[in-house]
C-alpha cells in the first residue's frame, strides 16, 4: 500500500505534466503536440506493464502483439472493410480479450524466465506474421487508415487528438491506482513476492494472473490502436523486438511500481534522442550512456522506492556516495 501513496515529488511531477498538456493544448507547436502525444500513448502501455510486472510480479514482453492487435485491427477493418474506426477498435479489444484468456491459461502456468521466454516468443510470433501476411499487406504496411469521428468533429486535429490519448493515459494511471489499492492489488502483491504462499493463503493464483494479463492487454490494445489512428499508418516495425526493448527501458528507468514512472520513463526514451538529433553518428551512443547513467545511480529508476540505497552501494564505488548526499 505505501509504494502506491503518492509522495510529494510525484504529485508535483503528475501537475507538471498536467500543466505541460494544457500549455501545449493552446500554445504548442505541431512538434510538441506530436511527442506529447507519442508520450501519452506510450505511456498508457507502460503502465499496463507495470501493472502486469510491476504489482502482479508476472514478467511479460507480451504487450507488442496486444499493440499489433489495436492497430492492425483498427487498419484493417477500417480502411479494407469500411468498418467503422471507434467499432474497429472495439473489435480489437475483444479479440485481445479472447486472445489473453486463450494464451494466459497456458503461459501463465509458467513462472520466472520460462513465462518471459514464452511471452517473448509470443512478441516475436506476432512481428513474424504481421512482416509476412498478405492480410497485413507485409512489409509494406497500411497506410491511409480513417480517422476517429464523432459526428462532424474529426480527431485529425492535433489539439483534440493529444486531450483523447492524454484522457487514455490518465484513465488507465487511475485503474492502476484504483486496482492497485483494491483487494485485488493486495492479492496481486501477494503473488509478486511468493506466489506459492499466495495459493496457501486462498488466492485463487491462476484467476488473478488472468485478470491481470486481461486488463493490461486492453490498455495495450487501446493505445496501439490510437497510436495507429494519430500516425495513420501501421506497419511490422512497430512490433519488432527494438519496441520490446523500449517498452522495458521506460518502465524501468521511470521506475518499477511507480504511479508516475510510465510518464517519465516514456517522456525519457522518446525525447532524450531527439536532444542529440545533430549528433548523428553518436546519437545512440550518448543515449545509451545517459540510460546507463540512470540505471547506475537510480537502479529502482527515477521514481522507484524500493530499497534504491542499498542497489546503488552494491553498483557503485564508495566514493560516489559524496555527490548523492550520503548513505542514509
Not at 502482479?56 to 468498418?83: E, H, N, P, R
Request: aromatic letters at 10%.
Amino acid at each position: 500500500m505505501r509504494e502506491l501513496r503518492l509522495g510529494l515529488v510525484e504529485t508535483a511531477t503528475l501537475c507538471l505534466v498536467a500543466a505541460m498538456v494544457i500549455g501545449a493544448a493552446f500554445f504548442g507547436s505541431r512538434l510538441v503536440l506530436y511527442n506529447l502525444t507519442i508520450i501519452a500513448l506510450f505511456a498508457t502501455v507502460v503502465i499496463s506493464l507495470n501493472l502486469l510486472l510491476g504489482l502482479a510480479g508476472q514478467a511479460s514482453f507480451a504487450q507488442t502483439a496486444f499493440m499489433a492487435i489495436g492497430g492492425y485491427g483498427l487498419a484493417i477493418l477500417s480502411k479494407t472493410f469500411q468498418v467503422n474506426p471507434w467499432l474497429a477498435i472495439a473489435v480489437a479489444v475483444l479479440v485481445s480479450l479472447v486472445l489473453a484468456l486463450l494464451i494466459g491459461r497456458v503461459l501463465l502456468r509458467l513462472r520466472g524466465h520460462y513465462l518471459s521466454m514464452g511471452t517473448l516468443a509470443l512478441a516475436l510470433g506476432t512481428f513474424s506474421f504481421v512482416n509476412a501476411s498478405t492480410i497485413t499487406n507485409g512489409g509494406w504496411g497500411i497506410s491511409g487508415v480513417p480517422p476517429l469521428l464523432i459526428g462532424s468533429f474529426s480527431f485529425r486535429d492535433p489539439v483534440a487528438f493529444l486531450i483523447l490519448a492524454w484522457a487514455l493515459c490518465g484513465a488507465s494511471l487511475l485503474v492502476y491506482r484504483l486496482l492497485g489499492t483494491s483487494h485485488v492489488g493486495r492479492a496481486w502483491r501477494a503473488l509478486s513476492t511468493r506466489q506459492d504462499v499466495s495459493a496457501t493463503l486462498g488466492i485463487d493464483v491462476p484467476r488473478y494472473k488472468l485478470i491481470a494479463l486481461m486488463i493490461a492487454s486492453v490498455m495495450a490494445t487501446l493505445a496501439g490502436a490510437l497510436y495507429v489512428s494519430f500516425t495513420r499508418f501501421v506497419g511490422p516495425d512497430l512490433y519488432d523486438i527494438a519496441q520490446v526493448i523500449n517498452l522495458m527501458f521506460m518502465l524501468f528507468v521511470g521506475g518499477l511500481r511507480s504511479t508516475v514512472g510510465p510518464i517519465v520513463g516514456a517522456a525519457f526514451v522518446i525525447l532524450v534522442p531527439q536532444f542529440g538529433a545533430g549528433l548523428e553518428r553518436y546519437q545512440n551512443l550518448v543515449f545509451f550512456l545517459l540510460l546507463l547513467l540512470v540505471i547506475l545511480l537510480r537502479p529502482t529508476g527515477l521514481f522507484g522506492r524500493t530499497r534504491g540505497t542499498r542497489a546503488r552501494k552494491n553498483v557503485l564505488p564508495p566514493w560516489t556516495l559524496r555527490f548523492r548526499g550520503g548513505a542514509r
